[in-house]
């Protein structure tokens, strides 16, 4: 069988063709931009890739296209596709048939943390003995791949009161609310079919899909409607519209999590997160110390054990893999350090992120001087959704460049108003660069937060520091 894959160099997608050769099947792909590091794994897989979206791509017909959200009516290859009335599916469609069925599936939902807890997730299962498949939309530390089918033979424990032989190894899935293609506008969740789904938290985002939150809500609700009775769902105590949510109808046994709230505690060892007692309905567990920060990934954590444990797995065992977990690229990632200034790249996208993150930061650095650079570039962002709570975010910033392309929408000056003297806006990225260069002194921590590629700024901003 030969697959085309419409939008083969986002991340998800990636992972799709990723486990389609995985599982034999011959595969192709066209995107309008194929580049490093995308293309290079893509093609170390033996996988051709074309860029641009030319008709001629689709020529000979493949047995089946599977289509990336990104791509609309209009765009040269849909049009030639049905034109040709040749086959066609979404990409989590697919998947949902092709791999995640008759498995175990452990889905991660939430406007936050996701890439995070499905990484942590499929460490876990990992260290568990399990070897778990996955596809997360990151690239986990612990095993430098999107994605993997994971063992196809039966590891999986079984779970008190099922006789079955075991199936497959897990599956983690990151479970995006995003919408699925041109021709189907339900969340790609949907497609998935957990037996455990962390719900992780919920915000409003995705204005360009979503009116307003409840909308977001109801596409939660329909992920809720497919986890079976004898699964889990694993559901932050902390969050009111989680809690809406499970009002609309629930028939699935829930477990929640919260640092102070919750069937899944943490008591803080230390106040930047990095040392915390995990405890179960009163019960200490243990105590994990890691290298990540921050309340929300304490959070994090929390969904991750209660979903091990739904799992069939003994999460008191797990608790020394914590050390060993190696996090997400562009999750606060250190970059390094020049002249006594720590860089750091962070895939920002919604202001409690932002404010989750630095508050992290802050906690671990005590008085420093944080330094941020920030690119409003998720759609939400773009369109201005956000800016009333961007300035609130950056509170544990002691200095903000805010990107202002020419092309923003919306006036980025408001938000430098409610800054007051900390904040500053720049035109390009050559122009923040050389804010940053001005401003920035031994002893500060400065990141870079955007969910695209920022123009490579913060290695460029390392590489003229060393300069000089």
Known sequence: MRIHILGICGTFMGGIAALARELGIEVEGSDANVYPPMSDQLRGLGITLQEGWSAEHLKPAPDLVVVGNALSRGNPSVEYMLDAGLSYISGPQWLGENVSRGREVLAVAGTHGKTTTSSLLAHLLDAAGLAPGFLIGGVPGNFGVSARLGALGPLSPKREGNNESPAAAPFVLEADEYDTAFFDKRSKFVHYRPRVAILNNLEYDHADIF?????IQRQFHHLVRTVPGN????????????KEVLAMGCWTPVETFGIDAGDWRARMIEPDGSAFAVVRKGETLGEVRWNLLGRHNVMNALAALAAVNAAGVDPRVLLPAFVTFESVKRRMESLGEVNGVQVYDDFAHHPTAIATTLAGLRAKVGSARIVVALEPRSNSMRAGA??????PSLADADAVVLLQRPETPWDVGRVITALGGRGSAAASV???LAALRLNVRAGDHVVFMSNGGFENAPRRFLDAFRAG
């Open 211 to 215: 009116p307003d939150v409840a909308a």
């Open 231 to 242: 699964g889990r769902l694993v559901v932050n105590a902390e969050d009111e519209r989680l």
């Open 386 to 391: 956000h800016a009333t709570a961007l300035a």
């Open 430 to 432: 050559d122009a923040l």
